[in-house]
């Protein structure tokens, strides 16, 4: 079973911290995606990283897909109010599921920035 | 505008009283899949779809059925829900579900509680 790993759950930090969200797992995938989620709203895609070491950057954030195309990270610089809401990495699932479609979600990392 | 639709957005219902929440996707997208949302669980898929009349399990499908007759809309019916199906639902749809950098696209939710 592959499974995501997301640290730390919850992050409550002040305006114009730096921070940085990660997603670990033992398994290997083919491309890892981020996704943001406020309430009320589905998630909304930001990113698909594809390639080990990959680095995309999104104004402020930075996304990292590890080299061996098993972990990531999500680095925020200068964080704003408007950045608030839960942040999901999600792996697509190997071939052997059967899939090459499926998307296996980690439980999220809800963020919180303070004025 | 390119969007999925869910309806209903809320809904409360009884032990064992059949439901259906409907999804429509307006992009042409041949995969579609539904997901619920719970606390501390994060994102499971319950079902997903390939494409017209071929559907699969996802990781949670017990007590879920599906159906795909037509390629916009994907159906999720609970035959007799029960008090462990109250959840958030997101119904979801990505062009073909076979590259590594499609961009899935999620409905609104729909909030279920059973009594």
């Known amino acids: 079973t592959q499974l995501l790993e997301q640290s730390p759950q919850f992050l409550s930090i002040q305006e114009g911290e730096n921070l940085t969200v990660y997603c670990n797992s033992s398994?290997?995938?083919?491309?890892l995606q981020w996704y943001r989620q406020e309430p009320g709203e589905g998630p909304v895609l930001l990113v698909t990283?594809?390639?080990?070491?990959e680095v995309k950057k999104l104004k402020r954030l930075t996304f990292q897909f590890g080299d061996a195309r098993k972990d990531s990270s999500l680095h925020i610089t200068a964080a704003q109010p408007g950045d608030t809401g839960l942040y999901l990495c999600?792996?697509?699932?190997?071939?052997?599921?059967?899939?090459?479609?499926?998307?296996?979600f980690g439980k999220g990392t809800k963020l919180s920035v303070k004025p | 505008e390119a969007q999925v639709t869910q309806n209903p957005r809320y809904l409360i219902t009884v032990t064992g009283k059949k439901l259906t929440v409907t999804c429509s996707q307006n992009?042409?997208?041949?995969?579609m899949s539904w997901y619920r949302q719970d606390p501390g669980l994060g994102l499971r898929q319950i079902y997903y779809?390939?494409?017209?009349?071929?559907?699969d399990k996802g990781d949670v499908p017990e007590g879920y059925k599906v159906s795909r007759k037509e390629k916009r809309n994907f159906p999720l019916i609970l035959e007799s829900p029960s008090p462990n199906q109250t959840s958030l639902y997101f119904c979801?749809?990505?062009?073909?579900?076979?590259?590594?950098?499609?961009?899935?696209?999620f409905g609104p939710g729909t909030r279920l509680l059973v009594l």
């Open positions: 999600a792996g697509v699932g190997s071939p052997y599921r059967g899939s090459q479609g499926n998307l296996i």
């Open positions: 992009m042409n997208h041949e995969y």
């Open positions: 990283v594809v390639t080990g070491g």
């Open positions: 979801a749809s990505r062009s073909s579900g076979r590259t590594y950098q499609e961009t899935q696209y």
């Open positions: 779809s390939m494409n017209v009349e071929v559907t």
């Open positions: 398994s290997v995938f083919s491309s």
